[in-house]
């Protein structure tokens, strides 16, 4: 076990769902969220970063985005 100064952790913000959030909020002008992917990360980046530019860019997104809503 190495020493306790060594062991990093903290708090991964998440949904009880364990869904991420991918979605703008009404209450803030400009702000969009994509948090929440506890330890899935890497593996959703790309495809995060599509719907966020599709979200950002007013477009129709290439998924549905409900499920990943606020």
């Known amino acids: 076990m190495p020493e306790e100064l060594e062991i990093w952790f903290g708090l991964w913000p998440f949904k009880s769902s364990v869904m991420p959030i ?22 959703f980046a790309p495809a995060t970063g599509k719907v966020i530019t599709e979200i950002i860019s007013g477009k129709t997104t290439s998924v549905a985005t409900k499920m990943f809503q606020l």
């Not at 969220?33 to 506890?38: E, H, L, N, W």
């Open 22 to 43: 991918i979605s703008r909020t009404e209450k803030v002008v400009n702000l969009t969220f994509a948090t929440g992917y506890t330890k899935k990360v890497l593996s």
